[in-house]
């Protein structure tokens, strides 16, 4: 089955840690994108990436970063330096730039809280 | 700015009392709208893609609209398995850089009775 896996699906995080949640697609969709989904927010654009080896930050990214190493695949590390981390972290790819059918498709999401 | 708007926040309907929900956006570079249904503690689920006004999708008691400024999700006598959140995005093109992004609005909440 074609999807989009995301793990794990609850993380707890002490003060001052760096955790890393992974992002994992075999749709062979080009772009890849993380949101952070907090009550009465919706969802708000951490970072997204176009093609392998290259991403931009989105509205959000303090305290974040990622990796686009393989097109498979987009971790988003959650630093220290982000002051208030505990949300509902989303991974969307969609097929990519210039096409059709541009529509994003989900994980199940990770739950991160900080302990 | 741009911005997704979607009204209302919430909505309770009686099974087979249909409705609409809204979502109005401002972007420029409009490539397509898109709804999905997302259920507590779970990622969105991908509904619908519009791409030019007047089009029109249907799926069982669902039908989404697209005006040149707003999209409408028609819910037709909704049972109870239809709540849920329904989110709305935007998909941009963001002219410096060429990139593209999906904007989404906040939601809309709906409770369906029995």
């Known amino acids: 089955d074609g999807g989009i896996t995301q793990s794990p699906k609850y993380l707890f995080r002490k003060e001052g840690q760096n955790v890393t949640l992974s992002c994992e697609q075999n749709l062979n969709h080009d772009a890849m994108y993380w949101y952070r989904q907090d009550p009465g927010q919706g969802l708000r654009l951490i970072y997204y990436s176009q093609i392998v080896n290259d991403f931009q930050k989105g509205d959000i990214a303090e305290g974040y970063s990622v990796s686009r190493e393989k097109k498979e695949s987009f971790p988003l590390t959650v630093t220290s330096a982000q002051k208030n981390p505990t949300a509902f972290y989303l991974c969307a790819s969609s097929i990519g730039r210039g096409r059709r059918n541009t529509e994003a498709f989900f994980g199940q999401g990770t739950r991160l809280t900080v302990v | 700015e741009d911005q997704v708007t979607q009204s209302p926040e919430a909505l309770r309907l009686q099974e087979g009392e249909s409705s609409s929900l809204n979502c109005s956006y401002t972007?420029?570079?409009?490539?397509?709208l898109f709804w999905y249904r997302q259920d507590p503690g779970k990622g969105p689920e991908f509904l619908f893609t519009l791409y030019s006004a007047g089009e029109e999708k249907e799926k069982e008691r669902l039908k989404a609209t697209l005006t040149k400024k707003e999209s409408f999700l028609h819910i037709t006598a909704p049972k109870p398995e239809d709540s849920a959140t329904y989110l709305c995005a935007v998909h941009q093109l963001i002219t410096q850089g060429g990139s593209e992004k999906l904007v989404f609005g906040k939601g809309t909440k709906l409770t369906v009775n029995p």
């Open positions: 972007v420029s570079g409009l490539r397509g």
